[in-house]
């Protein structure tokens, strides 16, 4: 089968960063996804990392080194609109199907 | 572009009762993916079509059906409603169905279910 393990909570302040961290451990790995997810919306799509190496979006950045299993996000200058579950999530097969960690809840505060 | 539509948005059922819930993915998505999400178990995949034929299926009971149409839209349904259905149902489309950046999945808003 496959785990994802991620922390269930992160707190920061306005303007800092944050790196919210993915281990994972699967029986097969085409990329590792993050998701952004505010109270009662939708799973939103942030980055994909299938190659070992440093994403870069704006503000955020995803890091993964496929040998140690692991990835991360990186969030900067952040913002109180940056709080919201953020889901690490890998694609173990040849189809679309994700399979989610639990959830990073960040709390930005003032 | 539209994105994921999915409806209806809220709905409240009896146990026992039945459920069709529906997705309409974003013009051109031909893959479609179909996830719940609570509380406790966080989101676990149900299913994923593409082409209007079922590539993968996740750990749920029979109950839990799916299919998708020639247009790629796609319904879920679940029969005989428990307490523990009471969840957050996504749908999610993707350009492809493989295993690069093309299968990145867009969500919709999903379908709240309370099942009494």
């Known amino acids: 089968g496959q785990s994802l393990e991620q922390p269930s909570e992160v707190t920061a302040v306005e303007g800092a960063i944050v790196q919210i961290n993915c281990t994972y451990q699967t029986s097969g790995f085409y990329g590792l996804s993050w998701y952004q997810q505010h109270d009662g919306g939708a799973p939103t799509f942030l980055s994909y990392n299938a190659l070992d190496g440093l994403e870069e979006t704006g503000r955020f950045s995803s890091f993964l080194s496929r040998s140690d299993s692991y990835g991360y996000l990186l969030l900067q200058e952040l913002q109180m609109k940056d709080s919201a579950s953020y889901f690490c999530?890998?694609?173990?097969?040849?189809?679309?199907?994700?399979?989610f960690g639990k959830g990073t809840m960040l709390l930005v505060s003032p | 572009k539209a994105g994921v539509t999915q409806t209806p948005r809220y709905l409240i059922k009896t146990r026992g009762q039945q459920v069709t819930l529906s997705c309409s993915p974003i013009?051109?998505?031909?893959?479609v993916s179909w996830y719940q999400q609570t509380p406790g178990q966080g989101l676990q995949f149900l299913f994923e079509y593409f082409s209007e034929t079922q590539r993968n299926k996740g750990n749920f009971p029979g109950r839990f059906s799916g299919r998708q149409f020639s247009n790629s839209r796609s319904e879920m349904n679940v029969s005989t409603l428990e307490l523990g259905d009471s969840a957050l149902y996504l749908c999610?489309?993707?350009?492809?169905?493989?295993?690069?950046?093309?299968?990145?999945?867009?969500f919709g808003p999903g379908t709240r279910l309370t099942v009494t």
């Open positions: 999610a489309s993707s350009l492809g169905a493989g295993g690069g950046a093309l299968s990145e999945q867009y």
């Open positions: 999530a890998v694609r173990v097969s040849g189809y679309s199907t994700l399979t």
């Open positions: 013009s051109g998505h031909r893959s």
